[in-house]
């Protein structure tokens, strides 16, 4: 359905993840990857779905001077929200190997939030998702971080991958949204536009 409404448009997926270039295939949406270097700095007193809004809009302010008329630009942000504090993607294996035992045993917040931008609109919108955790060992954590390296993934963790299958007790809300792009929502949004 978007392959037959956006035939005469140029979308733009402004992201470098797999799980989102295969979302859009998944959707019937022919598109182009076009990637900027964003340093992904937000201001400090933004809390939850204001820091990936915030970041979603920057890097599609990356690309307005290069937008045409037939083009459709989407940019999207993933965090890991526990304790009132953002887990972004880990910095080395420590960073990871600390974020996944804080969320041992507790429920966090995935959210995530496109951005779809043309010459002459702008949409954002974010979706949340629980994700509970059992208690994970030392050595599990070990075992997947070694195995499956997921330090290009928010939170230190692929929902998809052997920590989803081991770890993950129950989740409440979109399962695609924890992967990193909320695609039902992002449907509805390009149908309206």
């Not at 080395?92 to 779809?116: N, P, Q, R």
Request: charged fraction near 25%; include cysteine; proline fraction near 3%.
């Amino acid at each position: 359905m978007l392959h037959e409404k956006f035939k005469n448009h140029r979308i733009i997926l402004a992201s470098g993840s797999p799980r989102r270039q295969q979302f859009l295939k998944e959707l019937d949406v022919a598109f182009e990857i076009q990637l900027k270097d964003i340093e992904e700095l937000y201001p400090e007193h933004l809390q939850a779905e204001e820091i990936t809004n915030f970041l979603a809009k920057l890097k599609a302010s990356a690309f307005v001077s290069e937008l045409n008329e037939n083009d459709i630009l989407i940019t999207s942000d993933t965090i890991v929200w526990l304790n009132n504090k953002a887990l972004g993607k880990p910095k080395d294996y420590e960073d990871a190997f600390e974020m996944l035992t804080e969320m041992s045993g507790t429920t966090h917040k995935v959210i995530t939030s496109v951005c779809i931008k043309t010459t002459n609109k702008e949409v954002v919108f974010h979706e949340e998702t629980l994700v509970t955790f059992t208690k994970l060992s030392a050595d599990e954590i070990n075992y997947y971080l070694k195995n499956y390296k997921p330090f290009d993934k928010a939170g230190s963790y692929g929902i998809q991958e052997w920590i989803g299958l081991v770890a993950i007790e129950k989740i409440e809300g979109s399962y695609a949204n924890v992967v990193g792009l909320p695609t039902h929502r992002l449907y509805e949004e390009m149908m309206k536009l």
